[in-house]
């Protein structure tokens, strides 16, 4: 595999990981404080997982539009950390 696709994939996966964690503690907190979002805790993870898998495809495509080798859209000539 090489490089740029490993930089990719470790990029994917950091931002699929964080976004369900985001999620997840949001939907507690949110249950928590509100009578708005009443679910288990299994539901919870169930739901948490829609917007990580949204951030796969999300992901996926970016790897083709933006910089070589991350999950980003912005194009190289556009991404100001593609300078540093």
């Given at each position: 595999?090489?490089?740029?696709?490993?930089?990719?994939?470790?990029?994917?996966?950091?931002?699929?990981?964080?976004?369900?964690?985001?999620?997840?503690l949001g939907l507690l907190l949110a249950g928590?404080?509100?009578?708005?979002?009443?679910?288990?805790?299994?539901?919870?993870?169930?739901v948490a997982a829609l917007p990580a898998a949204l951030t796969v495809v999300k992901?996926?495509?970016?790897?083709?539009?933006?910089?070589?080798?991350?999950?980003?859209?912005?194009?190289?000539?556009?991404?100001?950390?593609?300078?540093?």
């Amino acid at each position: 595999m090489p490089q740029s696709a490993r930089k990719a994939l470790a990029d994917v996966a950091e931002r699929t990981v964080l976004t369900y964690v985001e999620a997840f503690l949001g939907l507690l907190l949110a249950g928590a404080v509100t009578d708005i979002v009443d679910l288990s805790v299994l539901q919870t993870a169930s739901v948490a997982a829609l917007p990580a898998a949204l951030t796969v495809v999300k992901g996926a495509i970016g790897t083709r539009l933006g910089q070589i080798g991350t999950a980003s859209w912005l194009p190289a000539k556009s991404d100001p950390t593609a300078r540093l």
